[in-house]
């Protein structure tokens, strides 16, 4: 069945959801200026890895990339599967971990961690335990309730830009490429893309319609770096945490009848980013139960949000958040990279096999 | 059995709407206080902290001034919390205000910690106090007791503001602290003898410090120039006085060898009020061309003395001057800047009556 509005909004929500927090304080300061280069850099780069990877999972349109690599050979999937299985489930534990952190540091001053850790884990766990049909329709529910508040926010956020700070357009430098910071704000692109493999055949797609959701993000990238750098310049704007969510925080609207627009925003984004929680358990889920067909779905489930709770509880402070951030950037380049390419390859031999064979 | 489990399931159902309340540790609304102003002064590394509060007191409102002391803001909140009945909130703090001597002595550190802990919202304005902040509150607290949002509706745009007063927020004075290019000036404030409150100027504040004090016929420009409405605020001159309805800034920059050349323009338009003799339009034109730019020049040599820009000028050359020079702006270049003025006044209509 064709559900391209509906994969292409999931798409489009779970990267909004974790565009706003930390990916423009890497990218202001990964560069000191003309920062339109590395976004448009990073997101032209994705929008290569996506076509490729839709491309390679084309070629087996009864697939999901769990039978693709098994139907190569154990080993293969061992190789391939179990690092991703690793990097999801440490991407889970960051997100919910920092969202847990957010919602502490901007509203929720006196809750303790773990009963907000909780919240955002049962949540999403609720809606992957219903399948991936269920992540899709709350996708759909999600964007019609909180888009309008999204953008009504994005369109007061410009009240104190001073244009001037746009200036100078280009770096010529090119110190990004070399910035540690940079390489740390492809989180943002590295994770959302995976689920494509693992809805079909139940579920089809057309790449390109995904790929238009995935150009449509390009402006959201840049609002998300540049009203922060042309409300408080590039110097404020670096010693922030959230430059987004400050930003949000200096807005005054005298007619509005909310002291806080922050709550708004955060509460909006949350909401995506539990979707995209949710998103991540289900696929973990999806790969464990391979091997262990005789289990429950919804009991592995259960498993792995307390495991990834677990993990939460297990980190103390913020700084360890990023620590984590680091060390898990080896497997993110390996699963951005590797994963999309070999799966193009074996695409490309499944071809020429196919082709060989009388039908 | 059937039916058992449903109603099981029903109830585990029914208690997700327990955190729905968001309760945690909550402190209900009536054993909370929600100062409107926080007013801060500091003497010998002392911290002394005041906060309006308004209580509601069959059908009025009271107005409280506390205070208390502590080695940091937070400190001196802390302990005034623990001496009141109730919980002190910050959350809705719309006023900063900062005894001179404080803001003299720089309130770099303070701006920073109101960023960092978000208690105080990064909106709230900052003014300064002309006088002991005991002796303020004492005397503003008798006009706040008909009305106790006076000293907030003094600043807020759709109430009592004026375009002579200028509006500075905490995050505009956090980032003056860390920019290279802009300062911010801070409004002046002090109990008045008729009025409850004064106002006697702005501050021009560098970098967290107040370094030097303009009026408020010179605030006008400055809004002005950073693109404020000045609409309803009248100049006079020898020969007639003219009420402002709209202004427009217009900014050339350029780079002559090492000294940044400065050309700008600003536009009003005005409706004239009252004429002494005969004057003509083009007379009130030059009148107002020479007063304005007049002004405009004694406070720019004020401002460009003490290397403080809040025009924020720097901000024109950033396309000209590499970010790295331009961290030297305000010691290299701003005090070379020759700034040339000029003001373009449309007449748009004389009232009911012809002018010679």
Redesign the interface.
């Known amino acids: 069945m064709d559900k391209s509005l509906h994969v292409g909004l999931t798409f489009f929500l779970t990267q909004l959801g974790i565009i706003f927090f930390i990916y423009p304080e890497h990218i202001i300061a990964s560069s ?2 003309g920062h339109w280069l590395p976004i448009l850099a990073g997101a032209a780069a994705n929008l290569i890895v996506m076509a490729v990877y839709m491309k390679g999972l084309g070629y087996f349109s009864n697939q999901d990339i769990i039978s693709i690599y098994t139907n190569v050979g154990k080993s293969a999937a061992v190789l391939f599967l179990v690092p991703v299985i690793f990097y999801l489930y440490m991407v889970n534990v960051i997100a919910v971990r920092a969202f847990a952190e957010i919602i502490t ?2 509203f ?5 961690i773990w ?1 907000v850790t909780g ?1 955002l884990l049962f949540i999403s766990t609720y809606i992957a335990a219903n399948g991936i049909a269920s992540i899709f329709r709350t996708g759909v529910l999600l964007a019609i309730l909180f888009l309008p508040s999204i953008g009504f926010i994005l369109t007061i956020s410009f009240q104190n830009v ?1 244009w ?2 746009i ?2 357009l280009i770096e010529k430098r090119f110190e990004f490429l070399t910035s540690i910071s940079y390489m740390k704000s492809f989180y943002v692109f590295a994770t959302s893309f995976l689920f494509l493999g693992f809805v079909q055949p139940e579920i089809t797609y057309s790449s390109k319609k995904l790929l238009l959701a995935a150009l449509s993000l390009i402006p959201f990238l840049l609002l998300a770096v540049y009203i922060p750098v042309l409300t ?2 590039r ?2 704007a670096s ?1 922030f945490k959230f430059p987004f969510v ?1 930003l949000v ?4 609207v ?1 007619w509005l009848m909310f ?2 627009v922050t709550l708004f925003l955060l509460l909006s984004l949350i909401t995506f980013t539990m979707l995209f929680i949710a998103l991540l358990i289900w696929q973990m889920s999806r790969m464990i139960s391979r091997p262990l067909p005789k289990v429950k779905p919804v009991y592995l489930l259960l498993f792995i949000s307390a495991v990834t709770y677990i993990g939460c509880i297990m980190i103390p402070n913020w700084q360890d958040v990023e620590e984590l951030f680091i060390c898990n950037m080896v497997l993110r380049i390996y699963v951005w990279l590797i994963i999309p390419f070999s799966i193009y390859f074996l695409g490309l031999r499944e071809k020429r096999k196919r082709s060989y064979e009388p039908t | 059995m059937n039916l058992r489990k449903r109603i099981i399931k029903g109830l585990i159902v029914l208690t997700l709407a327990l955190p729905l309340s968001g309760c945690w540790d909550n402190i209900d609304i009536n054993h909370r206080v929600l100062p409107v102003v926080l007013g801060i002064s500091k003497s010998e590394g002392i911290f002394h902290v005041f906060l309006q509060i308004s209580e509601p007191v069959t059908d009025r409102i009271r107005i409280k001034i506390v205070s208390g002391s502590g080695r940091t803001i937070t400190h001196a909140i802390d302990r005034l919390s623990m001496n009141m009945e109730e919980h002190v909130d910050l959350l809705h703090v719309k006023i900063v205000l900062l005894d001179k001597q404080f803001a003299m002595e720089g309130m770099s550190e303070s701006i920073v910690d109101f960023m960092r802990a978000r208690d105080i919202s990064p909106k709230a304005l900052v003014a300064i106090c002309d006088e002991d902040l005991p002796s303020f509150f004492d005397k503003v607290k008798k006009g706040l007791e008909s009305q106790g949002t006076i000293l907030f509706d003094f600043f807020e745009k759709n109430a009592g503001w004026n375009p002579q007063i200028s509006l500075t927020r905490v995050w505009q004075v956090y980032r003056s602290i860390h920019s290279f290019t802009r300062d911010v000036a801070i409004p002046i404030v002090r109990s008045g003898k008729t009025t409850a409150i004064e106002h006697i100027g702005s501050a021009v504040i560098k970098n967290g410090r107040m370094v030097a004090r303009i009026s408020p016929s010179e605030t006008l420009l400055f809004n002005a120039f950073n693109g404020e409405s000045t609409q309803g605020s009248i100049e006079v001159m020898n020969h007639a006085s003219v009420l402002i309805t709209a202004n427009t800034m217009r900014n050339t920059s350029s780079m002559i060898g090492d000294t940044p050349y400065m050309k700008s323009t600003i536009r009003l338009k005005v409706v004239l009020l009252e004429t002494r003799g005969q004057p003509t339009n083009e007379m009130i034109r030059e009148e107002l061309d020479k007063l304005l730019t007049e002004r405009f020049n004694a406070m720019f040599g004020k401002i460009q003395a003490v290397k403080a820009d809040i025009l924020g000028l720097g901000q024109f050359y950033r396309h000209i001057i590499p970010r790295e020079s331009l961290a030297d702006w305000r010691e290299e270049y701003y005090p070379r800047l020759q700034l040339e003025m000029h003001i373009e006044t449309n007449i748009q209509n004389t009232g009911f009556l012809n002018t010679p």
Do not use: K, W
Request: charged residues 15%.
């Open positions: 000191s200026e540091i901007v929720l001053s006196n809750t303790p009963a919240l001073d001037h700070y200036l100078p408080f310049g110097s404020t010693t400050m925080g200096t807005i005054h005298n002291d806080r």
